[in-house]
Every structure is written in C-alpha cells, then in structure tokens.
T-cell receptor, first 111, second 117 residues
Framework: TQLLEQSPQFLSIQEGENLTVYCNSS?????LQWYRQEPGEGPVLLVT?????EVKKLKRLTFQFGDARKDSSLHITAAQPGDTGLYLC???????????FGTGTRLQVTL | NAGVMQNPRHLVRRRGQEARLRCSPM?????VYWYRQLPEEGLKFMVY????????ESGMPKERFSAEFPKEGPSILRIQQVVRGDSAAYFC???????????????FGQGTRLTVV
C-alpha cells in the first residue's frame, strides 16, 4: 500500500507569511496532484506534476516534484486568508488507475 | 460545462436503511471513482468504474456496499443496512481516461454527506 505522508498536519500563520507543505512517500509516482478542499466542499485540483524535478507556479503557489518522483512540496508566498483550507497531495503510480491521497495539511491564515 | 454533479448533498438515514448516492461525471468523462472521507482525515479510495464495468473495487467493504455505472444515467453508490460507522462524506471524481495515463486528471464533485442516526 502506497502511503503519502504530509507535513505539517496543521499550520496557523498570519497574513503575509510564507509557508511550505511537504508530501513524502517511499513509492514512485508517475504523476502527483495537489488539491485544496474547503469545509463542506469537494477537493479542487490546483496542479498536476509529472516530471521529476518539475517546478510549476500558479500565482503565489509554487509546486515542485522531487527528482525521484517520490516527494513533492507546495510553497505559498505571502499567504492570504483566502488560502485557508485543507491541502491534499495525491499520487498515481501508473500501474493502477486510482489516486492515493496524502494525510492532508490544514492551513489557517489569519489577519 | 458542468462539473461533476453529486446528489443529494446531504443524506440522513436511520440505522438499517439503505443509502443511494448519485454521481454524474463531467461531460465526456467515462471513468468514475468513489472516495470516502471521514472527519479530519484524507480521502480513501473505494471503487473505480468505467461505463458498465467495475475496474477496481479494492477499497470497497466486502459487505453492504455496491457500485454501478450503467450505460445510461449516473453512477450509483449503494449502501445497504447502514450503520453509524458509515457516516462520512462520499466523493465522486471523474476523468476522461484512465488515471495511469500521463496528464490525465481527476475532477471531484462536492460530495454527499451521509449521516446515520
């Protein structure tokens, strides 16, 4: 069973601060996706990374896929209250058509 | 272009009743996945279906749970004789092709929150 561990589990920061969320596994993934989920809603896809070492930027969010395709990180610059939510990484090994989700990082950004 | 539609959004059932959760995938998507999320936890895979076929049900409990994706109509997740432990949020996702293919992405619905009383 593939396991995706996210850290930290909880993060409470003030507006304007920077933060990084990590997603680690002992398994190799053919692709990895990051989602954000707000209370009472479904996960919303933020980005997909497929190439080892790949870096993708989405406004203030920077996503990186590890060279060995076993880990990923999400960096948020100058966090805003609108960034508050549950951040989930999810990987696909390429051999099974399903996503394995990480344990989640709950982010709260306060004024 | 509507996204993945799930209904009902909220469902309350008494112990022993049946729960039926519906999922209409995005237009053009023929691959459907069901996930369960317990409070304060991540999403756990249950089942993957393609039109009229169950491809992977490795995450489905052996008893009381079943899923289908008929040729016409939405995918249905059915839970018979519900128990309190079935209370959770159930999410459906769809994709245009198998997730093993590069750059194939899954999009999620808003979920059905099942409460068993």
């Amino acid at each position: 069973t593939q396991l995706l561990e996210q850290s930290p589990q909880f993060l409470s920061i003030q507006e304007g601060e920077n933060l990084t969320v990590y997603c680690n596994s002992s398994s190799v993934f053919s692709s990895l996706q990051w989602y954000r989920q707000e209370p009472g809603e479904g996960p919303v896809l933020l980005v997909t990374v497929v190439t080892g070492g790949e870096v993708k930027k989405l406004k203030r969010l920077t996503f990186q896929f590890g060279d060995a395709r076993k880990d990923s990180s999400l960096h948020i610059t100058a966090a805003q209250p609108g960034d508050t939510g549950l951040y989930l990484c999810a990987g696909n090994t390429g051999t099974a058509s399903k996503l394995t989700f990480g344990t989640g990082t709950r982010l709260q950004v306060t004024l | 272009n509507a996204g993945v539609m799930q209904n009902p959004r909220h469902l309350v059932r008494r112990r022993g009743q049946e729960a039926r959760l519906r999922c209409s995938p995005m237009k053009g998507h023929s691959h459907v996945y069901w996930y369960r999320q317990l409070p304060e936890e991540g999403l756990k895979f249950m089942v993957y279906l393609q039109k009229e076929n169950i491809i992977d049900e490795s995450g489905m409990p052996k008893e009381r749970f079943s899923a289908e994706f008929p040729k016409e109509g939405p995918s249905i997740l059915r839970i018979q004789q519900v128990v309190r432990g079935d209370s959770a949020a159930y999410f459906c996702a769809s994709s245009p092709g198998p997730l093993g293919l590069t750059n194939t992405e899954a999009f999620f619905g808003q979920g059905t929150r099942l409460t068993v009383v």
